[in-house]
């Protein structure tokens, strides 16, 4: 059984430094994710104005 001591050292609250999280945006932004769903704005963006005079609430 872990006492709550034992827990509270795995999983600490405590933010990480503003270079870590830019790092990890860099990061991501190069990634193959990120890049896809860059890739899928334009269908998004055309998808949005077909629908943009439907009545889609009753």
Known sequence: ???FQESSRKFSLEMKSEVHYKKAAKSYRKSKQYINMIN???T???TLNECKDENLIE
Do not use: A, V
């Open 1 to 3: 059984m872990t006492t």
């Open 44 to 46: 998004l963006q055309n």
């Open 40 to 42: 899928l704005y334009p």
